[in-house]
């Protein structure tokens, strides 16, 4: 079973930048499109991002377009979102998931999920 870790959230101040990775262990990535997602405290969970398998394909929420920007290397089994001009309102645990065949926003679309990452933007 594929599994997905996430690291490189923490706290940052308004206008910052973090760079999230996710990584695979014991599959490749090749295959799958992997989707960005965060929830904020007391809402629900938002997709904001997602790269296609072979990177051909990205899409991003209104919310973070031109600010981030996801990619990947699948030599290293890896997706990252890089985040730029941070905002309170990015403040959430942001996931990254996998799924087949096609991008989605849609979380109950998306088969692997990782544990999580923490950012926090606050002065």
């Known amino acids: 079973q594929l599994q997905l870790v996430e690291s490189g959230g923490g706290l940052v101040q308004p206008g910052g930048s973090l760079r999230l990775s996710c990584a695979a262990s014991?599959?490749?990535?090749?295959?799958?499109?992997i989707g960005w997602f965060l929830q904020a405290p007391g809402k629900e969970r938002e997709g904001i991002s997602c790269?296609?398998?072979?990177?051909?394909?990205?899409n991003y929420a209104d919310s973070v377009k031109g600010r981030f920007t996801i990619s990947r290397d699948n030599a290293k089994k890896t997706v990252y979102l890089q985040m730029n001009s941070l905002k309170p309102e990015d403040t959430a645990v942001y996931y990254c998931?996998?799924?087949?065949?096609?991008?989605?926003?849609?979380?109950?679309?998306?088969?692997?999920w990782g544990q999580g990452t923490q950012v926090t933007v606050s002065s």
């Open positions: 014991r599959f490749t990535l090749d295959y799958y499109n």
């Open positions: 790269i296609s398998s072979s990177s051909y394909s990205t």
């Open positions: 998931a996998a799924k087949l065949h096609y991008c989605s926003g849609y979380g109950h679309e998306y088969n692997y």
